[in-house]
């Protein structure tokens, strides 16, 4: 089992930038394929980056791509989602996930994951 903190949220102008982090508890992190989602009031999770257990593949919702980065480092048990030209409509609470992954595959729907972190806020004001 793997427990996931997320921190780095925050209030932010449009146009600004965010550093997200997710650390993981336990020795198996670079057996998990990892993934970004969020939800805004009142909308459904939904997917936002995903990163491959080496870091060796990604993929971005149309939505952020360009302007997100997901990364990972397996030696300190984190993923990163680095978020840039930031835009109101980004503004939701974000989770980072885990998926016991095979090979270097990454999913993008919120079922594929098995572990959940508690969410942090960010807010983007116009």
């Known amino acids: 089992q793997v427990q996931l903190v997320e921190s780095g949220g925050g209030l932010v102008q449009a146009g600004g930038s965010l550093r997200l982090s997710c650390a993981a508890s336990?020795?198996?992190?670079?057996?998990?394929?990892m993934g970004w989602f969020r939800q805004a009031p009142g909308k459904e999770r939904e997917f936002v980056a995903a990163?491959?257990?080496?870091?060796?593949?990604?993929h971005y919702a149309d939505s952020v791509k360009g302007r997100f980065t997901i990364s990972r480092d397996n030696a300190k048990n984190t993923v990163y989602l680095q978020m840039n030209s930031l835009k109101p409509e980004d503004t939701a609470v974000y989770y980072c996930?885990?998926?016991?992954?095979?090979?270097?595959?990454?999913?993008?729907?919120?079922?594929?994951?098995?572990?959940w972190g508690q969410g942090t806020q960010v807010t983007v004001s116009s």
């Open positions: 996930a885990a998926s016991i992954a095979s090979f270097n595959f990454v999913y993008i729907t919120p079922e594929r994951y098995d572990y």
């Open positions: 336990g020795r198996t992190f670079s057996t998990y394929a």
């Open positions: 990163i491959s257990r080496s870091g060796a593949n990604t």
